[in-house]
């Protein structure tokens, strides 16, 4: 069963079951990958349903950073539930040693040796690594690796 077949059909349980937090953020996330359908005018593939749900806990992340600032403590408890639900449907992240090991390879493999070859690093660390890992972990460790280097 490919992702998107999952989260409605976890849409339509959690619609019979009356779980309010689960059905309103299976409705905003299917509706956003629908949008993106007709947008593109072709079904996703599950590497695609994916980069969205990774995109939207992302806006969910931020949300709780912005929400704990102006300390809206039961907005923050709201949006770590809509999270808690998403994470659900995601695969696990590589760990930053996992990651580590990876952008050595590729620093190795593309001879890079100073930080104006960053952007080239990344670029191909996260096309091999393709959503399973954090962009921001990878950023921290080519920079570390490059300014040690």
Do not use: C, F, H, W
């Amino acid at each position: 069963m490919s992702l998107l077949q999952t989260l409605r059909k976890d849409m339509i349980t959690a619609t019979k079951a009356g779980d309010k937090d689960v059905i309103n953020i299976l409705k905003m996330v299917l509706a956003t990958i629908k949008n993106i359908q007709i947008d593109q005018s072709e079904e996703l593939t599950d590497e695609n349903v994916e980069k969205i749900l990774r995109k939207e806990t992302k806006k969910i992340e931020d949300s709780i950073a912005q929400y704990t600032q102006m300390e809206r403590d039961d907005l923050v408890k709201n949006e770590k539930k809509d999270l808690d639900i998403l994470q659900k449907y995601l695969p696990e992240l590589m760990s930053e040693e996992k990651v580590r090991e990876v952008v050595s390879a590729k620093i190795k493999e593309l001879g890079a040796t100073d930080m104006r070859e960053m952007g080239k690093i990344m670029g191909s660390v996260m096309q091999e690594l393709q959503g399973s890992a954090d962009g921001n972990v990878v950023k921290k460790i080519v920079q570390e690796i490059l300014s040690n280097g």
